[in-house]
């Protein structure tokens, strides 16, 4: 099993902000990673996979990036609509693995 | 427009059964690998269960091996879920979620509204 450490748990931000959140992954994945966006009382949706590849719909303002062990999801100017928890999830092995989740609050 | 909805989520007690469905619609389900993923209350997400566009290959998390079944009637557009000796924790929502790749190892995408699971007395 490959364990996912994401951080922070918290953040604390206002809308502009330059946000970025992390994953680190127990062992190399290539580029097997996907970052998803979830609000209160809704199911995630994806933003990214292949590491970097943005899913057809999402903001320019989301990009990620790393390979291997490190990745990272950056939302450039942060607007009202993504106060939400971000979810990494790596899928190089079976099983597909999930990071413990960010949320991003209002500062 | 894809779209995934599940059904027959509820309030079981400890060790009795239920069975989740999930209907697909806007693409060719035949096609496609799908999932269970679920979510506790408050907690993450946890993948559950896989199988493929045939049915041939089909894995489960360690936590539900052997207490659960997941199936697939392509004909119907319909995925399913066995639930049997369900646990406290076993209390989440159940999501269904497309494996957009004809690759084994994928994200998920889309994924349904969720149908919630309560397993207590």
């Known amino acids: 099993v490959i364990w996912m450490t994401q951080s922070p748990s918290l953040l604390s931000a206002s809308t502009g902000d330059r946000v970025i959140i992390s994953c680190r992954m127990s062992?190399?994945?290539?580029?097997?990673l996907a970052w998803y966006q979830q609000k209160p009382g809704k199911a995630p949706e994806l933003l990214i996979y292949a590491a970097s590849t943005l899913q057809s719909g999402v903001p320019s303002r989301f990009s990620g990036s790393g390979s291997g062990t490190d990745f990272t999801l950056t939302i450039s100017c942060l607007q009202s609509e993504d106060f939400a928890t971000y979810y990494c999830q790596q899928y190089y092995s079976f099983p597909p693995t999930f990071g413990q989740g960010t949320k991003v609050e209002i500062k | 427009e894809v779209q995934l909805v599940e059904s027959g989520g509820g309030l079981v007690q400890p060790g009795g059964s239920l069975r989740l469905s999930c209907a697909a619609s806007?693409?060719?389900?035949?096609?496609?690998?799908m999932n269970w993923v679920r979510q506790a209350p408050g907690k993450g997400l946890e993948w559950v269960s896989y199988?493929?566009?045939?049915?041939?290959?089909?894995y489960y998390a360690d936590s539900v091996k052997g207490r659960f079944t997941i199936s697939r009637d392509n004909a119907k557009n319909s995925l399913y879920l066995q639930m049997n000796s369900l646990r406290d924790e076993d209390t989440a929502v159940y999501y269904c979620?497309?494996?957009?790749?004809?690759?084994?190892?994928?994200?998920?995408?889309?994924w349904g509204q969720g149908t919630l699971v309560t397993v207590s007395s």
């Open positions: 979620a497309r494996a957009p790749t004809i690759t084994m190892n994928n994200w998920f995408d889309p």
């Open positions: 062992q190399g994945i290539s580029s097997y």
């Open positions: 199988i493929s566009s045939s049915s041939s290959t089909i």
């Open positions: 806007g693409f060719t389900f035949s096609s496609y690998s």
